[in-house]
T-cell receptor, first 111, second 114 residues
Framework: QKEVEQNSGPLSVPEGAIASLNCTYS??????FFWYRQYSGKSPELIMF????GDKEDGRFTAQLNKASQYVSLLIRDSQPSDSATYLC???????????FGSGTRLSIRP | KAGVTQTPRYLIKTRGQQVTLSCSPI?????VSWYQQTPGQGLQFLFE???????NKGNFPGRFSGRQFSNSRSEMNVSTLELGDSALYLC?????????????FGAGSRLTVL
């Protein structure tokens, strides 16, 4: 079992709709969760992060944590064509500070 | 404020050779992590350095090594290159270990092994 798993997609969402991205993690003691966005040919950039104590909203983006089921989700409201990218989920484990990334979900926003 | 700088950006090597990649973190950032990115495997963690010490290591063979200098700059070395080492090598820096998940990535060094 991979430590962080994501559906590779592509996930196609119409412009203006809500895009929902999920990832599951195996380390039940994980404390911090991160979402990165990577445009084609570019490096990943941090969108937002949450700790194990709660969800977070930042503009059109909301990150949610379900500790019982060990998954993290990223919701993108009012999706724009510029949101088309690969979204990488990353988790900081409990025993060490290394950050483990999922393989990413490719999101496509269709006009 | 300058970002994370990686050199060289592109390089081509042949099997059996070795390569050294360099990374200069954002000024004031003390933690540097290295990742290998390939289409099939995604972002794979190589190692993390803080205060000139390797703090974490991923599941890569001993041919992959690294170091960090007193000014936080870091290098990674791959010896006896194999075809499968062809990848984008990304360096990322963070302020310290507590914020080690808040990573700023460099543009990467794309290595092609022939």
């Amino acid at each position: 079992q991979k430590e962080v798993e994501q559906n590779s997609g592509p996930l196609s969402v119409p412009e203006g709709a809500i895009a929902s991205l999920n990832c599951t993690y195996s380390d039940r003691g994980s404390q911090s969760f991160f979402w990165y966005r990577q445009y084609s040919g570019k490096s990943p950039e941090l969108i937002m992060f949450i700790y194990s104590n709660g969800d977070k909203e930042d503009g059109r983006f909301t990150a949610q944590l379900n500790k019982a089921s060990q998954y993290v989700s990223l919701l993108i409201r009012d999706s724009q064509p510029s949101d088309s990218a690969t979204y990488l989920c990353a988790v900081k484990g409990s025993s060490a500070s290394k950050i483990i990334f999922g393989s990413g979900t490719r999101l496509s926003i269709r006009p | 404020k300058a970002g994370v700088t990686q050199t060289p950006r592109y390089l081509i090597k042949t099997r059996g050779q070795q390569v050294t990649l360099s990374c200069s973190p954002i000024s004031g950032h003390r933690s540097v992590s290295w990742y290998q990115q390939t289409p099939g495997q995604g972002l794979q963690f190589l190692f993390e350095y803080f205060s000139e010490t390797q703090r974490n290591k991923g599941n890569f063979p001993g041919r992959f090594s690294g170091r960090q200098f007193s000014n936080s700059r870091s290098e990674m070395n791959v010896s006896t290159l194999e075809l499968g080492d062809s990848a984008l090598y990304l360096c990322a820096s963070s302020l310290d270990r507590e914020t080690s998940g808040v990573l700023t990535f460099g543009a990467g060094s794309r290595l092609t092994v022939l």
